[in-house]
């Protein structure tokens, strides 16, 4: 039987609950995902690997989009994304939490209609060999049952003419991440490196295409954030509300 | 005929001089690109549209690489990069100025022989239409006569199986830079953006990529460094010898 881990409740907002375990839990980047995604009111939304479901609940605390889909692999991140829900009483997108396999998509799926697909991904690529025991948590962080590529492609199908992909990942991964979007038809149009100091490496970057859009990428200034250590720390320094 | 314009001769260390005009000069994106590229003495070295010849210069000033062609499909730049290297007494390196179309290379190229090859490219995509005159300056700027895929291939065509590349560019080009190094078996290696302040969005990247490399991207923090306006001023700022 598979290990359960204990469940946290951990409120992100007054009426916003994330349930948390130690398999699916979320970091700074969700919460920088989330900004960087810049989502509209009249947005509708997926948003891939979900776990907890931690960004269509940041998404919650200001404007949110009229419609979230949440999606993930593992059976237990989406049982965790819905307990969160059932304890939060301020959710106002229309939230579908959908266990799927986002490489062949799922039933129903709304394929070319989606404004948005957010993606903080498996970082690590998938070195055969080295995994002997497909975990929770190397399902989670490393591309084992999809990488880069299937994330692309995938969002290609759901994502409208002109539609959006953000993700961030690992910057050792922006050469994988340029190529896997073009590959697919979408074109990276805005860029931003995150560091803990101005002088330091970044430890993360955001990254935005346009399904169909003109090369052109604008690259932002460098975003300075610390990688954080207590959620409401990193929730405050990063995204006050 | 071919508008002649004036030429000056710009001392850029001792012993060392680069013949200047109008139409083929230098700026701050090559100092910074010839110490980004990390040269070293037992080096064969190639640097595309080399203009007035002065990344083979600035490569004089610490430990010469020991060979370097300077390959410019103009004649104007190549007599330029001559009348420097006459006027220079402390050029250590083998120079070879040579006046070709690198989109084929040239007789008795050093094919698959190279260690590195830098390219400070013309920055801006070729908008058939626009173009009603190729000037010398246009031919510079612009990817009239070559573009960033053209540099890959032939680059690829010269380097030994781990040789390097390295480029600038604007960062507006970064998915096509990487783009074109990928589709040439060239694996971008070492990123690092320039920008005039912290805060400030970049103006330059320069990129290292090598030739059958395996795929990690190593971003280095940000280059705080203006992008200059006298030459004596810009040489001080960002290269001290």
Known sequence: MAYMPALSYEAIADG??????SLHRFGTDAVLLTEFSGYRQKDRVCDFGTGCGIIPMLMQRQAPPQEIYGVDIQPEAIRQMCLGIAESTAVQSVLHPVCADLKNLWED????????????PPY?????????QLTAQKIARH???????????SAKRLLKFGGRLCICNRPERLADCIDAMRQNGIEPKRLQFVAKAADAQPWLFLLEGRSGGKPFLNVLPLRIVGDGSGVT???EKTMPV
């Open 16 to 21: 916003l609950t994330v349930c948390t375990s």
């Open 109 to 120: 799926a709304p394929a070319g209609q989606l404004d948005l697909v957010t993606c903080n």
């Open 124 to 132: 690590k690529a998938y070195q055969a060999g080295i995994e002997s």
């Open 143 to 153: 591309e084992i049952l999809c990488n880069i590529y299937d994330i692309c492609r």
């Open 233 to 235: 720390t990193r929730l």
